[in-house]
């Protein structure tokens, strides 16, 4: 008979590294508070209670006059444009960088169970790019484009199209990996190329997680457009830029609320998509 | 002589040898299984003909050609001629049943040519008429998740028959049906073979199964060939002699499995 029948108790053994493990994480919060002084209970005293109370009152009611709203619908299409040329932009690049950075099309990995020396040396420096492309945020850039092409969108496109590419290449390589790989290695193994392997042998599983992804980065892509306009990049965000400066509360909720309606759509596309695709 | 082996040995990278001094040789009208308890070295045996392992040393030649000489362009040419039937049907849940099928021509088609069959299916006449000897062209335009596992594993083998390849090998390629459906897909397999004259090397659980449809055999124990017969010419003391204490040792047997498993995880 084992030894530990005779225990009075039983004793689950993973409980004391978890309450640990949850302990240290808590002490891992508190410098961070610290850091940032996060200390809320400044937003609750008096004089700022009554500074952010008039602030707040200007807000109510939302313009609606038909010229703001001529205006609002220009800004909206010119911000859609921007999240949207950009994200295209960013896909023509993170695709096949996407392809040469996962490991799921390694053929010499269907001998050995891993890749080979030369496509690890190929992996490593796109796996680079990637990082270096998506390491500097857009707003960057966005200053940088708008000294180089001017005031506009333009600027905007393109500060998405680099960041975005580096984020969708190294999330959708790591899609590739998730799925299961047998469908394509099972292609390879019979002479496919990889490519077709990968439209064959990967795509059909990744198609959901892929048009999902790719969604929400659009979503994400429209909320950086807005801030990219506050430096110029025009669209929402330089408008609502402008409506702040001018104490044009009713402005901002015209548009802040269309930014709600915006997140709405891409929210209701993407499960429409996944449904389909399901 | 479409298959030879002389004196092959292969290895797993971990020391484990798995086959040891295998001499064979099939040709093009023979059908031919392979059986032995789990862990004897079939699936690897079969992973050898399919050149998706390489063997550690010994000389191999499939179709007249040594795989581990091959460049990787002719290693892609040889494995489009070579089709393996796999246990477990390597189909992605959400594809349809004709893109499954169409997709075992892959190592033929240009890219191009792929491309445009996942917009719209280029031989939609083809894959029915592979289904259909399996009686499965009903399910042509159902998704691979929405039939059972025994019409999977039977797109799996519809697959392999629309890639026509100079050589058939199944690992295992009724486990999931029933023995009647078992019975008549290893007779369609058989038949397939003889009329198309290429060699059919399957891996088989089921002794009788093996012994009813294939009229060679070959018994597999710990990674060397015991007997390669005629199966009319095969006794009860060479099936005891294949399976002995296979039931009561089940330590190593289970060694064998597991080592088996984490090959199959690992390469396939």
């Given at each position: 008979?084992?030894?530990?029948?005779?225990?009075?108790?039983?004793?689950?053994?993973?409980?004391?590294?978890?309450?640990?493990?949850t302990?240290?994480?808590?002490?891992?919060?508190?410098?961070?508070?610290?850091?940032?002084?996060?200390?809320?209970?400044?937003?609750?005293?008096?004089?700022?209670?009554?500074?952010?109370?008039?602030?707040?009152?200007?807000?109510?009611?939302?313009?609606?006059?038909?010229?703001?709203?001529?205006?609002?619908?220009?800004?909206?299409?010119?911000?859609?444009?921007?999240?949207?040329?950009?994200?295209?932009?960013?896909?023509?690049?993170?695709?096949?960088?996407?392809?040469?950075?996962?490991?799921?099309?390694?053929?010499?990995?269907?001998?050995?169970?891993?890749?080979?020396?030369?496509?690890?040396?190929l992996?490593?420096?796109?796996?680079?790019?990637?990082?270096?492309l998506?390491s500097?945020?857009?707003?960057?850039?966005?200053?940088?484009?708008?000294?180089?092409?001017?005031?506009?969108?333009?600027?905007?496109?393109?500060?998405?199209?680099?960041?975005?590419?580096?984020?969708l290449?190294?999330?959708?390589?790591?899609?590739?990996?998730?799925?299961?790989?047998?469908?394509?290695?099972?292609?390879?193994?019979?002479?496919?190329?990889?490519?077709?392997?990968?439209?064959?042998?990967?795509?059909?599983?990744?198609?959901?997680?892929?048009?999902?992804?790719t969604?929400y980065?659009?979503?994400?892509?429209?909320?950086?457009s807005?801030?990219?306009?506050?430096?110029?990049?025009?669209?929402?965000?330089?408008?609502?830029?402008?409506?702040?400066?001018?104490?044009?509360g009713?402005?901002?909720?015209?548009?802040?609320?269309?930014?709600?309606?915006?997140v709405?759509?891409?929210?209701?596309?993407?499960?429409?998509?996944?449904?389909?695709?399901? | 002589m479409?298959?030879?082996?002389?004196?092959?040995?292969?290895?797993?990278?971990?020391?484990?040898r798995?086959?040891?001094?295998?001499?064979?040789?099939?040709?093009?009208?023979?059908?031919?299984?392979?059986?032995?308890?789990?862990?004897?070295?079939?699936?690897?045996l079969?992973?050898?003909?399919?050149?998706?392992?390489?063997?550690?040393?010994?000389?191999?030649?499939?179709?007249?050609?040594?795989?581990?000489?091959?460049?990787?362009?002719?290693?892609?040419?040889?494995?489009?001629?070579?089709?393996l039937?796999?246990?477990?049907?390597?189909?992605?849940?959400r594809?349809?049943?004709?893109?499954?099928v169409?997709?075992?021509?892959?190592?033929?088609?240009?890219?191009?040519?792929?491309?445009?069959?996942?917009?719209?299916?280029?031989?939609?006449?083809?894959?029915?008429?592979?289904?259909?000897?399996?009686?499965?062209?009903?399910?042509?335009?159902?998704?691979?998740?929405?039939?059972?596992?025994?019409?999977?594993q039977?797109?799996?083998?519809?697959?392999?028959?629309?890639?026509?390849?100079?050589?058939?090998?199944?690992?295992?390629?009724?486990?999931?049906?029933?023995?009647?459906?078992?019975?008549?897909?290893?007779?369609?397999?058989?038949?397939?073979?003889?009329?198309?004259?290429?060699?059919?090397?399957?891996?088989?659980?089921?002794?009788?199964?093996?012994?009813?449809?294939f009229?060679?055999?070959?018994?597999?124990?710990?990674?060397?060939?015991?007997?390669?017969?005629?199966?009319?010419?095969?006794?009860?003391?060479?099936?005891?002699?294949?399976?002995?204490?296979?039931?009561?040792?089940?330590?190593?047997?289970?060694?064998a499995?597991?080592?088996?498993?984490?090959?199959?995880?690992?390469?396939?």
């Amino acid at each position: 008979m084992p030894v530990t029948a005779t225990r009075a108790h039983w004793h689950d053994p993973a409980a004391t590294p978890r309450a640990l493990l949850t302990l240290a994480l808590l002490l891992v919060l508190w410098p961070g508070l610290q850091l940032t002084e996060f200390r809320p209970q400044i937003l609750f005293n008096a004089q700022n209670r009554e500074v952010m109370g008039r602030f707040l009152a200007g807000f109510w009611p939302p313009d609606t006059s038909a010229e703001f709203l001529l205006m609002l619908g220009r800004a909206t299409l010119e911000t859609l444009a921007m999240a949207t040329a950009g994200l295209a932009l960013a896909l023509l690049l993170a695709i096949p960088l996407s392809l040469i950075a996962t490991r799921t099309l390694s053929i010499s990995a269907l001998f050995s169970g891993r890749p080979s020396r030369t496509g690890r040396l190929l992996r490593y420096p796109v796996r680079f790019v990637l990082i270096v492309l998506r390491s500097i945020p857009e707003i960057v850039w966005a200053l940088l484009f708008v000294r180089a092409v001017g005031l506009g969108p333009t600027a905007g496109v393109l500060a998405i199209a680099i960041t975005y590419s580096g984020m969708l290449g190294k999330v959708y390589a790591e899609i590739y990996e998730s799925v299961d790989p047998q469908p394509a290695r099972a292609l390879l193994q019979s002479g496919s190329s990889r490519l077709a392997a990968f439209l064959y042998g990967v795509l059909p599983n990744a198609a959901q997680e892929l048009t999902s992804y790719t969604l929400y980065r659009w979503e994400c892509a429209v909320r950086a457009s807005v801030i990219m306009g506050f430096v110029g990049a025009g669209g929402l965000g330089q408008m609502i830029d402008l409506s702040m400066r001018m104490f044009a509360g009713g402005e901002v909720v015209s548009i802040l609320l269309t930014f709600l309606l915006l997140v709405l759509l891409a929210d209701q596309i993407s499960q429409q998509l996944r449904k389909r695709l399901a | 002589m479409s298959i030879s082996l002389t004196g092959v040995v292969y290895t797993h990278p971990n020391g484990m040898r798995a086959l040891s001094d295998i001499n064979l040789s099939i040709k093009a009208d023979e059908q031919v299984a392979i059986i032995g308890s789990s862990g004897a070295g079939k699936t690897t045996l079969l992973k050898l003909l399919a050149t998706s392992l390489l063997s550690s040393s010994g000389d191999l030649q499939l179709l007249q050609h040594n795989p581990a000489q091959l460049s990787a362009r002719a290693l892609r040419q040889l494995r489009s001629r070579i089709g393996l039937i796999h246990q477990s049907p390597p189909l992605p849940p959400r594809q349809r049943v004709v893109t499954a099928v169409l997709a075992g021509r892959l190592g033929q088609w240009s890219l191009a040519r792929a491309c445009l069959s996942l917009c719209y299916p280029s031989d939609i006449e083809g894959a029915r008429a592979e289904l259909s000897r399996l009686d499965l062209a009903e399910k042509l335009f159902e998704r691979c998740d929405q039939v059972s596992g025994g019409q999977q594993q039977r797109i799996g083998i519809a697959r392999v028959l629309y890639q026509k390849p100079d050589i058939m090998l199944a690992d295992e390629p009724v486990s999931a049906m029933d023995p009647v459906l078992a019975e008549h897909t290893l007779s369609i397999l058989g038949s397939i073979a003889r009329e198309r004259g290429v060699p059919l090397i399957a891996s088989l659980h089921a002794v009788e199964l093996a012994l009813k449809h294939f009229p060679r055999v070959i018994g597999l124990r710990a990674g060397e060939i015991l007997f390669d017969k005629r199966a009319d010419a095969i006794s009860q003391q060479d099936l005891d002699a294949l399976y002995l204490n296979t039931g009561l040792d089940d330590t190593a047997d289970q060694y064998a499995a597991a080592a088996n498993n984490s090959l199959r995880s690992r390469c396939l």
